[in-house]
């Protein structure tokens, strides 16, 4: 359980970067979901991991890296299929598994990569602030799957290929359906699964359902290796292979918490951050285009109810 003393809800400086009040009610918000998702692993009898900059968080700062503003994990195929079957029965009511199959949207596309939210909307309702912290926004925790990557290099390469035609064609049909590249797309996807698609029939669902099948068809006895397919759409997936045994469970302190992390966490990190990377970058910068789209639709929601000087937002500490 996370635990928030009211000196955690002001400015802070760690290794020479400001963190905000307003944004460690995000990270309060963020890690209550965390917690939940910690809560319904193990009443499920699953297992999730620190990822990315969480990981590198968990390891180097013993919490969230002073300009990371997000939370990350790792699961593997088998134990993701078992928490997205049972989510509704280990969540609270207002949470939502989005990215999904079935989910796909523009705001929250089908990367491979699920992301768990704590709402769908922004509330300032006096009971949501008071059990998030202050804080507004849904919020959530993005989940890469390891899957099975297969020993033989011919079939490694080829599901390599599929996966990375299939996501981006995904992407493409949920932001230009209709563009010639993602025709094209389409016809190559048929021709080199031999599967015919129904265009009279969500072609999103029939895209998603077909690389989940791909990434499914490796046998455990086939793979000593789990490996992120995901990663396609950002990096090479290549990259992001590693030995199954290095994924077992280690609990480490997190922020007013813990965190599990692979005891084998040295070579994820150093596939994502070469083998320097207990050492800080240089340039400390922060994303927060998140918090930009929900701020101006807070704005736009406040001017036109009363409250055009968004006082609400200021006495939230949130700048405007």
């Not at 969230?64 to 049972?86: A, C, F, H, V």
Request: charged fraction near 25%; hydrophobic fraction near 35%.
């Amino acid at each position: 359980m996370f635990s928030f003393p009211d000196d955690y809800f002001q400015d802070e400086v760690r290794r020479d970067y400001l963190i905000p009040a307003y944004m460690k009610r995000i990270w309060a918000s963020t890690l209550k979901v965390l917690y939940n998702v910690d809560k319904a692993c193990e009443t499920l009898g699953i297992t999730y991991f620190a990822d990315c900059g969480t990981l590198l968080g968990a390891v180097r700062e013993k919490g969230i890296i002073p300009w990371d503003n997000d939370i990350d994990i790792l699961m593997t195929r088998r134990d993701y299929d078992i928490l997205e079957k049972n989510f509704k029965k280990v969540f609270p009511e207002s949470y939502a598994l989005v990215g999904n199959r079935g989910t796909s949207a523009v705001l929250h596309p089908y990367i491979g990569m699920p992301r768990i939210m704590n709402s769908l909307s922004v509330s300032l309702t006096d009971e949501w602030l008071s059990e998030n912290y202050g804080c507004p926004f849904p919020l959530g925790i993005d989940i890469s799957i390891l899957d099975l990557c297969p020993d033989d290099q011919s079939f490694r390469d080829t599901i390599f290929g599929l996966s990375e035609l299939l996501l981006y064609t995904i992407s493409s049909q949920t932001i230009n359906p209709d563009t010639p590249d993602t025709l094209t797309k389409l016809e190559a996807i048929e021709k080199l699964t031999g599967k015919k698609l129904d265009r009279k029939k969500d072609i999103l669902i029939q895209l998603e359902t077909l690389y989940e099948d791909i990434v499914r068809s490796v046998r455990p006895t086939e793979a000593k290796c789990y490996v992120l397919w995901s990663n396609c759409c950002y990096h090479d997936a290549v990259d992001r292979v590693w030995k199954k045994d290095i994924f077992k469970k280690k609990r480490v302190p997190f922020e007013t918490g813990s965190i599990i992390i692979p005891e084998g966490y040295d070579a994820v990190l150093t596939s994502y951050y070469g083998s320097d990377y207990m050492t800080p970058p240089a340039n400390r910068t922060s994303d927060h285009a998140f918090l930009d789209f929900y701020i101006n639709g807070l704005k736009d929601f406040l001017s036109k109810n009363g409250d055009p000087s968004f006082n609400t937002l200021k006495a939230l500490g949130i700048p405007v």
